[in-house]
């Protein structure tokens, strides 16, 4: 009896090991913080039960386990937890691995192939005062965002880009976002763009500064997840539309998941980029937001940018926008 309970534990030990064993991704060295359906743990010893975890969705971090990553600073994090779990918990992790200066951070599903990292938001620059007065306006660079959308009829994802003027001259242009227009100058439409079609768009044909991506039939870039396991079935179809609109090529791109939207929705996102062989967007976690409980978005009138063309077109009509203020709007300094 005592050889063959010696031979179950080495067994167990053994799968325990081969279980527990980093998936592709996950960088040398990282401490493992795990969740199950009952508890979380770091590094192999439990810190709470997954209740803990349940509560307050609005919660920052979670301080037990924080205080347990204190001692691993600098190394890295990776995160493990069942598909089904909301992104809120997946964000109390992260900021709380953050938060004891655990860098870089990976997260993937129990059972998942691979770990993503969870990249912080990109950086632009926000507007204010202008004491040297007006600057010249570059060109434009397209802030995407890719929403991950949850509600009763499952999850689903949304595309928009925010077009923010380039402001400065040549290379030292910096992407600025909520500046007065009294600290713009007027847009150089002739010397900004080559082609007479986008050149009647910057001086003829204004835009928006935001516009919705759009998928084949819809708003929506991939088909409803009923359930979180089906959001398996987004990679290959989400890879299409992020080359069709060449958004490989962003540099300010992030996937902005609401709390309640399932931890397999953001991985088979991130995914979807991966293969794209896109560069994998940010995942921010400074701001929480709460679900969408209204009519479906997908049901909305698909959506105008349906190509890379289109997303460049995009941004020489909103430049346009900023030529054709009107008095009493706000003005561009000439």
């Not at 992104?87 to 998942?112: C, Y």
């Not at 713009?184 to 003829?204: H, I, N, V, W």
């Not at 709390?259 to 896109?278: N, S």
């Not at 400074?286 to 105008?304: H, K, M, Q, W, Y």
């Amino acid at each position: 009896m005592r050889e063959n309970g010696l031979l179950e534990a080495m067994l167990l030990l053994t799968a325990l090991a081969c279980f527990s064993r980093p998936v592709p991704g996950v960088p040398d060295q990282a401490v493992k913080i795990a969740v199950t359906p009952t508890r979380v743990s770091v590094d192999g010893t439990a810190v709470g039960e997954f209740s803990v975890l349940e509560a307050n969705p609005v919660d920052e971090d979670v301080p037990d386990v924080r205080l347990a990553l204190d001692s691993f600073e600098g190394r890295p994090a990776w995160i493990e937890l069942p598909g089904d779990s909301g992104f809120f918990i997946a964000r109390k992790l992260i900021n709380a691995a953050r938060r004891a200066g655990l860098d870089p951070v990976v997260l993937s599903v129990t059972g998942g192939k691979r770990a993503y990292p969870v990249q912080r938001a990109p950086s632009y620059a926000l507007g204010g005062p202008c004491p040297e007065g007006p600057q010249a306006i570059a060109g434009t660079q397209p802030l995407v965002t890719v929403w991950i959308q949850s509600g009763r009829a499952g999850s689903w994802l949304l595309g928009e880009v925010r077009h923010l003027p380039l402001v400065g001259e040549g290379t030292n242009a910096v992407a600025t976002d909520f500046l007065e227009d009294a600290c713009l100058q007027k847009p150089d439409c002739d010397a900004l763009y080559s082609g007479e079609r986008r050149r009647k768009f910057c001086t003829s044909d204004p835009g928006p500064q935001e516009v919705r991506l759009g998928g084949d039939v819809s708003a929506c870039l991939v088909p409803i997840a009923r359930q979180p396991a089906d959001a398996a079935e987004w990679p290959e179809g989400l890879a299409r539309h992020i080359e069709r609109l060449g958004l490989a090529k962003q540099p300010l791109t992030k996937v902005v998941p609401e709390a309640q939207t399932p931890v397999a929705a953001v991985v088979a996102t991130l995914e979807g980029f991966r293969t794209a062989k896109a560069p994998i967007p940010a995942v921010p976690t400074r701001l929480l937001f709460e679900g969408n409980d209204g009519p479906l978005a997908c049901t909305a009138p698909s959506a105008v940018i349906q190509t890379a063309q289109d997303l460049e077109d995009s941004g020489a009509r909103y430049l346009g926008s900023l030529l054709m203020r009107k008095k009493g709007s706000g003005r561009i300094v000439e």
